[in-house]
């Protein structure tokens, strides 16, 4: 059974920092890209960042530039998202997701983590 199980999340002062993890099971970890989305109330769901299979390669959407990191550890299945420099605007639920770049049915999706910025 798959799963991805989200971690981290909830109520920070602007400027702060959260550390999101995601616990990955169920699945060949090593062979998925993995990536972070996150969806704000009344918006569609956006890409955050995403890190390829052997971490050779990270992109982050513009608006994080600089702020948050992805990271992942294929010993322990868990990809990690640091944010730093919270700001308002990143209140969001945030999403793991695990994407096979070969198979079709290869994209799998946690249940999410509320993070809230906010005084």
């Known amino acids: 059974q798959v799963q991805l199980v989200e971690s981290g999340g909830g109520l920070v002062q602007p400027g702060g920092s959260l550390r999101l993890s995601c616990a990955a099971s169920g699945f060949t970890f090593s062979s998925y890209t993995m990536r972070w989305f996150r969806q704000a109330p009344g918006k569609e769901r956006e890409l955050v960042a995403a890190i390829s299979s052997t971490s050779h390669s990270t992109n982050y959407a513009d608006f994080v530039k600089g702020r948050f990191t992805i990271s992942r550890d294929n010993a322990q299945n868990t990809v990690t998202l640091q944010m730093n420099s919270l700001k308002p605007e990143d209140t969001a639920v945030y999403f793991c997701?695990?994407?096979?770049?070969?198979?079709?049915?290869?994209?799998?999706w946690g249940q999410g983590t509320q993070v809230t910025v906010s005084l």
């Open positions: 997701n695990a994407v096979h770049q070969l198979i079709s049915t290869g994209n799998f």
